[in-house]
């Protein structure tokens, strides 16, 4: 069973800051996606990584995926309070239509 | 543009009661359809997923069955409920790729149900 763990699970900070997000794993994912969940909403995918050393950015989200594809990063700089949510990291199996998910970074951005 | 729905948006049932969930996909075709269950503020959890009519795979075994009585119709039941079955439900989908028929990886979830069981 291929699991994800995401660290750290909660985390506030006031805006402006910069923080980064954790998702690890001891398996090999042939891609690493992030969501974004707001309360009561299902999640919305911000990105996909695919290549190991792969980073992608998104305005103030850098997202990077590890060499070996079995761990992944997203940064965020200058945080706004509109970037309070749940971050979700997903890794795509072999057989690319099943996600597994992390337990989630809750992340609060305090005006 | 494709949409996803999911009815009710909230559920209080009791304990020992059925359970009917609804998950509707518009403007796309023969996707791939899936149901997560979420505990508050964590993961999500893989509870069923369909690559077709009919074809349904469990990835947890437990009191919960699910059902793909049409191409964008996946359905959630469940014949008597357990207070452990409270939780956020999420129906999502993702696109059949090509004519290879290997699955896209993105996908994209519904609003989900609130359900709690008393």
């Known amino acids: 069973t291929q699991l994800l763990e995401q660290s750290p699970q909660f985390l506030s900070i006031q805006e402006g800051e910069n923080l980064t997000v954790y998702c690890n794993s001891s398996?090999?994912?042939?891609?690493l996606q992030w969501y974004r969940q707001e309360p009561g909403e299902g999640p919305v995918l911000l990105v996909t990584v695919v290549t190991g050393g792969e980073v992608k950015k998104l305005k103030r989200l850098t997202f990077q995926f590890g060499d070996a594809r079995k761990d992944s990063s997203l940064h965020i700089t200058a945080a706004q309070t509109g970037d309070t949510g749940l971050y979700l990291c997903?890794?795509?199996?072999?057989?690319?239509?099943?996600?597994?998910f992390g337990g989630g970074t809750r992340l609060m951005v305090k005006p | 543009s494709q949409t996803i729905h999911q009815w009710p948006a909230t559920l209080v049932q009791p304990v020992g009661s059925p359970l009917s969930l609804e998950c509707t996909v518009e403007g796309t075709s023969n996707p791939n359809l899936y149901w997560y269950r979420q505990a508050a503020g964590r993961g999500l959890q893989l509870l069923f997923y369909?690559?077709?009519?009919?074809?349904i795979s469990s990835e947890v075994p437990q009191n919960l069955s699910a059902s793909r009585p049409q191409d964008r119709q996946f359905i959630l039941s469940s014949k008597k409920l357990l207070l452990s079955d409270s939780g956020f439900y999420l129906c999502?989908?993702?696109?059949?790729?090509?004519?290879?028929?290997?699955?896209?990886?993105?996908?994209?979830f519904g609003p989900g149900t609130r359900l709690t069981v008393t």
């Open positions: 398996s090999v994912f042939s891609s």
């Open positions: 999502a989908w993702s696109v059949r790729g090509g004519t290879s028929g290997i699955p896209t990886t993105e996908q994209y």
């Open positions: 369909s690559v077709g009519i009919g074809q």
């Open positions: 997903a890794g795509v199996g072999n057989a690319g239509n099943m996600l597994t």
